[in-house]
């Protein structure tokens, strides 16, 4: 079992940042891919970014250039640096650890005033 807890959430001004952080604890020692996920209210979840364990790292569709992941292993720890944030950037954003199974945070709320 892999227990997530994300933290960093809250209300910003457009235009602002964020750096969300989530800390992984139980059985990390095989964690390969760990991302951060996001859903607006009536919206399908959608993928901001994963990492691997080497540090290879993907963007969601739109995602890269505002969002910057980054991981430290030895504190299993992942980031996420928001940046520019816009009103349509409010959601619930989701830490995920990725192994035969996906284990997900109970999530962070983000709202980003106009």
């Known amino acids: 079992q892999v227990q997530l807890v994300e933290s960093g959430g809250g209300l910003v001004q457009a235009g602002g940042s964020l750096r969300l952080s989530c800390v992984a604890s139980?059985?990390?020692?095989?964690?390969?891919?760990m991302g951060w996920y996001r859903q607006a209210p009536g919206k399908e979840r959608e993928m901001i970014a994963t990492?691997?364990?080497?540090?290879?790292?993907d963007y969601g569709k739109g995602m890269k250039g505002r969002f910057r992941i980054t991981r430290d292993n030895a504190a299993n720890t992942i980031y996420l640096q928001a940046n520019n944030l816009k009103p349509e950037d409010t959601a619930v954003y989701y830490c995920?650890?990725?192994?035969?199974?996906?284990?997900w945070g109970p999530g962070t709320q983000v709202t980003v005033s106009s």
């Open positions: 995920a650890a990725i192994k035969t199974t996906t284990y």
């Open positions: 139980g059985s990390v020692s095989d964690i390969l891919v």
């Open positions: 990492i691997t364990l080497y540090e290879i790292v």
